[in-house]
């Protein structure tokens, strides 16, 4: 050991808080430093976030907090989080792209926001045709494709709340979400790819049929490569049907948005588990997409111009509410 003595010299500094140049603040859509007195009028300086919307028909109370923990917002009021992610756009961005999908295998898709509206439309319509309803708690077990956020919007647009079970789940955990949503719809695809491996999925969506106390009527299955089902994927007559011939027959299908209550369940989302059962957290609808469109603009600063990316999975929370209905309720 040297029997000198070792110093250290620290070339770090702690700094709380960061100062945005005016410029940076200039060009931001929070430029005003008035934003947080507004908002520290609760609940009403929330309707700020609210105004984004479109509504059907207006709310007529902010917040009702007399039966805690069962707050509710924007009571009264009505909306569509379809309508407000896709429709609304088609006058003025109809030709922008709404998603830009990358695959791992170099497969390239983009989504313009008409493309959306087309493709929401004939899942929509292929969902009532096998059968769901409003309120009916559609299944989603799928990957990071396409077809996600297409059907996601399209179960909103018919009112029937979708659950998506991460991709990467077992057929058990999905067994388990199906049966304590009482969900008889099952969406999932033939396969992706993953670490460079096809990864065959459906077979999970067939031992959960197997293990739900639910019976599952339907399973959706879409095709990862369209109009190729992989030969592994095993389709049951008469209890899996496969989305793409739904979509052609639905290929000029026109679904009106469901007018839904500001407090009517959009998706459930469930828990991990690591500390017991999942648990169902029922995200309402006007509350929802309100507080995802009013933190999309005021804390992640987008514009309906920028192209923007989120690393977050959409099996997950912060990817339904900033890759899917926070982005596109602002036209990004």
Same mark, same amino acid.
Not at 167 to 194: C, E, K, N, P, W
Not at 241 to 256: F, G, I, P, Q, T
């Given at each position: 050991?040297?029997?000198?003595?070792?110093?250290?010299?620290?070339?770090?500094?702690?700094?709380?808080?960061?100062?945005?140049?005016?410029?940076?603040?200039?060009?931001?859509?929070?430029?005003?430093?008035? &934003?947080?007195?507004?908002?520290?009028?609760?609940?009403?300086?929330?309707?700020?976030?609210?105004?984004? *919307?479109?509504?059907?028909?207006?709310?007529?109370?902010?917040?009702?907090?007399?039966?805690?923990?069962?707050?509710?917002?924007?009571?009264?009021?009505?909306?569509? $989080?379809?309508?407000?992610?896709?429709?609304?756009?088609?006058?003025?961005?109809?030709?922008?792209?709404?998603?830009?999908? +990358?695959?791992?295998?170099?497969?390239?898709?983009?989504?313009?926001?008409?493309? *959306?509206?087309?493709?929401?439309?004939?899942? $929509?319509?292929?969902?009532?045709?096998?059968?769901? +309803?409003?309120?009916? &708690?559609?299944?989603?077990?799928?990957?990071?494709?396409?077809?996600?956020?297409?059907?996601?919007? $399209?179960?909103?647009?018919?009112?029937?709340?979708?659950?998506?079970?991460?991709?990467?789940?077992?057929?058990?955990? *999905?067994?388990?979400?199906?049966?304590?949503?009482?969900?008889?719809? =099952?969406?999932?695809?033939?396969?992706?790819?993953?670490?460079?491996?096809?990864?065959?999925?459906?077979?999970? $969506?067939?031992?959960?049929?197997?293990?739900?106390?639910?019976?599952?009527?339907?399973?959706? &299955?879409?095709?990862?490569?369209?109009?190729?089902?992989?030969?592994?994927?095993?389709?049951?007559?008469g209890h899996d049907v496969l989305v793409s011939e739904l979509l052609a027959d639905n290929e000029r299908a026109r679904v009106e948005p469901v007018s839904r209550d500001a407090e009517d369940i959009l998706f459930l989302m469930y828990t991990s588990g690591t500390t017991g059962q999942p648990k169902g957290a029922q995200h309402r609808t006007g509350g929802y997409l309100s507080y995802v469109a009013g933190t999309s603009k005021y804390v992640l600063d987008i514009e309906p111009e920028d192209t923007y990316w989120c690393a977050a999975?959409?099996?997950? =929370?912060?990817?339904?509410?900033?890759?899917?209905?926070?982005?596109?309720?602002?036209?990004?």
């Amino acid at each position: 050991m040297a029997d000198h003595e070792s110093t250290i010299e620290a070339r770090l500094s702690k700094q709380d808080y960061l100062r945005p140049s005016p410029a940076f603040v200039g060009q931001a859509n929070v430029s005003d430093p008035t &934003v947080y007195d507004r908002f520290d009028d609760f609940p009403d300086g929330f309707e700020e976030y609210a105004e984004l *919307l479109d509504w059907n028909e207006h709310w007529d109370e902010v917040f009702d907090g007399s039966n805690p923990p069962f707050f509710e917002w924007f009571k009264g009021g009505t909306l569509n $989080a379809c309508y407000n992610c896709v429709d609304r756009h088609l006058d003025e961005r109809s030709n922008q792209a709404a998603f830009i999908w +990358e695959a791992e295998d170099g497969t390239k898709r983009t989504l313009t926001y008409r493309d *959306l509206y087309r493709e929401v439309n004939k899942m $929509a319509a292929s969902l009532r045709d096998v059968g769901v +309803e409003e309120d009916d &708690v559609v299944t989603l077990h799928l990957p990071m494709v396409p077809a996600l956020p297409i059907t996601m919007l $399209a179960c909103a647009r018919i009112g029937a709340p979708h659950s998506v079970v991460f991709g990467g789940f077992s057929a058990s955990a *999905l067994a388990q979400r199906v049966d304590d949503a009482d969900s008889d719809v =099952i969406v999932t695809i033939d396969g992706y790819y993953r670490r460079g491996d096809f990864l065959h999925h459906k077979e999970k $969506a067939d031992t959960a049929v197997k293990e739900a106390d639910t019976d599952i009527d339907t399973v959706l &299955v879409w095709e990862r490569h369209e109009g190729e089902l992989h030969p592994e994927a095993d389709i049951e007559e008469g209890h899996d049907v496969l989305v793409s011939e739904l979509l052609a027959d639905n290929e000029r299908a026109r679904v009106e948005p469901v007018s839904r209550d500001a407090e009517d369940i959009l998706f459930l989302m469930y828990t991990s588990g690591t500390t017991g059962q999942p648990k169902g957290a029922q995200h309402r609808t006007g509350g929802y997409l309100s507080y995802v469109a009013g933190t999309s603009k005021y804390v992640l600063d987008i514009e309906p111009e920028d192209t923007y990316w989120c690393a977050a999975d959409i099996g997950w =929370i912060t990817g339904h509410s900033y890759i899917v209905y926070g982005p596109l309720a602002l036209g990004t």
